[in-house]
């Protein structure tokens, strides 16, 4: 078993609770981490034994794009898809940061964990 992460993905969007938020928008970042079973790719160097960094990029840039109000909701559906596209991946850590996220406050990012 190893894992394969891909960090610091960066995106602007307009995801929030508030109307406002959708609205204007804000910046994000998105880690995810992927534990998988990759001694083929190790041993082999080919991609089959691994994950395609490109794609998994592309899931969560889908998922990005799509207004949604909680950044758990967010992390829920890009494990769900990672999921459904590598069926050799064991689970998948996703952490989602909004930066300045709409709080009385000073409070340079709001930070969701989740793990499927």
Not at 56 to 65: G, K, N, T
Not at 70 to 93: C, P, T, W, Y
Not at 94 to 112: D, E, F, Q, T, W
């Amino acid at each position: 078993m190893g894992k394969v992460s891909l960090e610091g993905m960066e995106f602007y969007a307009r995801h929030g609770y508030y109307e406002e938020e959708r609205v204007i928008g804000n910046k994000y970042s998105v880690d995810v981490t992927l534990e998988l079973d990759f001694d083929h790719a190790a041993k082999d160097d080919k991609l089959e034994g691994t994950v395609d960094y490109e794609r998994v990029y592309e899931i969560v840039q889908e998922v990005m794009s799509i207004d949604a109000k909680l950044l758990e909701h967010l992390a829920g559906k890009m494990i769900k898809a990672l999921k459904e596209n590598f069926d050799q991946v064991r689970s998948v850590e996703v952490k989602i940061s909004k930066y300045n996220p709409p709080i009385k406050g000073l409070c340079k990012r709001a930070v969701v964990t989740l793990t499927g």
